[in-house]
């Protein structure tokens, strides 16, 4: 099957070409209709044609070397004038001529090609010596032309350059966006890695710690232990309900309806006594204290803070092994605060040093969280134990929170 376009794009790729060409052709048959009409006749009557149509053809060469067709149509029509001969389109094809220097070259190669070019209307002075105000109309009428072809030249040319220079512009917006997209993406997937740990690294914890109290309780009190291990299931299947969300929503699925992964809402501060109440019963104790009037903020803050707590209490469960701790919200007119706090045992002291470090990717993670809420973090070890502290700016009214 033939492609119809194919011809379009043909032309379309030569159009430069074949325009120049229909000059060519325009202008010979504008002289062979000026011999036929207004030459005398005689044997001599054509063959002005050897010497214009070749010099009309110099057109093709314009883009290239504009100075080439000028000095030639300028040579050809001069000569022509000065034998008292009509010269047909020639004074049209210097127009052109003086044009495609302008568009192509400097303003003083434009200034100069129209210079040049008046030697043309100069010859036809003496063709019109018995009438000196026809010879003058005829030299401002080509000044006047040759300005206009001239500026016209110029004004492409400017226009030219300000098109380039828009498309390098745009293509350096296009790098520049492709850029913060890559960025975007980056930050992006840095977020992603922050809420996998701290899914992953909270419930292990908990699962460990489960584990471990239900081994110990097995033989002494197996109702007990049969207790923790349904605790034990119940924050396996929650950290892969939580897991499967975020992967569900990470894919986009759009035929995640009754038969895909139930969406929840994100955990924000409603759901700290339960995140609390999931790591009682191990050699920590702990306490949940709020201050303040309890509100709603926004999704931002209320999962932030919910990290902020889940991060803490994994740390404490990996380090501080035996001991009490405490986890204080304190609800600020402008700024909510966070505090959570341990105390090791002393019996356990010698084996766990309460100045043991404490860094990681995710302490790292819950410092970039803060920090994107303008908030300030800090986690350090205090005496007999460690402290953990973050406050999020917030507003005081719910509704802007």
């Not at 434009?110 to 002075?125: D, H």
């Not at 207790?227 to 990470?250: C, H, I």
Request: charged share 25%.
């Amino acid at each position: 099957m033939v492609d119809r376009a194919t011809p379009l794009r043909w032309l379309l790729a030569r159009r430069a070409v074949l325009g120049d060409a229909g000059f060519v052709l325009a202008f010979s048959a504008l002289h062979v209709v000026d011999l036929a009409l207004l030459a005398p006749p005689g044997p001599s009557k054509w063959w002005p044609l050897l010497v214009s149509v070749p010099a009309t053809g110099l057109l093709l060469v314009r883009r290239r070397a504009p100075w080439v067709p000028l000095f030639g149509l300028l040579a050809v029509a001069t000569a022509l004038t000065l034998l008292r001969l009509p010269i047909g389109a020639l004074n049209l094809a210097i127009l052109v001529a003086v044009y495609s220097v302008a568009v192509r070259g400097s303003l003083r190669q434009a200034v100069a090609a129209s210079v040049v070019a008046m030697v043309y209307p100069v010859a036809e002075v003496p063709v019109y010596a018995e009438s000196p105000a026809i010879g003058a109309l005829r030299i401002v009428g080509a000044v006047v032309n040759l300005v206009m072809v001239a500026g016209w030249g110029r004004a492409m040319r400017l226009g030219r350059k300000r098109t380039a220079q828009l498309e390098r512009t745009m293509a350096l917006l296009d790098a520049a966006r492709d850029r913060l997209a890559a960025d975007a993406a980056v930050v992006e997937r840095a977020r992603i890695a922050r809420e996998f740990h701290d899914i992953v690294s909270h419930n292990l914890s908990v699962v460990a710690l489960r584990a471990g109290v239900a081994r110990a309780l097995l033989d002494r009190d197996p109702e007990h232990a049969r207790e923790t291990m349904a605790e034990l299931e119940r924050t396996s299947r929650a950290a892969l309900t939580e897991m499967r969300t975020l992967l569900t929503v990470l894919r986009g699925d759009e035929n995640t309806g009754a038969e895909g992964a139930e969406l929840h809402p994100a955990p924000g501060l409603a759901e700290l006594d339960e995140l609390v109440d999931s790591v009682r019963g191990g050699a920590v104790s702990w306490r949940l204290e709020r201050r303040g009037t309890p509100r709603e903020f926004g999704t931002g803050v209320e999962l932030t803070a919910y990290r902020v707590v889940q991060e803490a209490i994994t740390n404490v469960l990996k380090h501080a092994r035996a001991g009490r701790a405490r986890v204080l919200v304190e609800y600020g007119g402008t700024a909510l605060r966070i505090e959570v706090s341990d105390e090791v045992d002393p019996s356990r002291r010698p084996e766990t040093p309460a100045d043991a470090p404490r860094s990681g990717h995710g302490l790292i993670g819950l410092r970039e969280r803060v920090a994107l809420l303008g908030g300030s973090f800090t986690a350090h070890p205090v005496e007999g134990g460690f402290r953990l502290e973050a406050v999020l700016p917030c507003a005081e009214n719910p509704d802007l929170a």
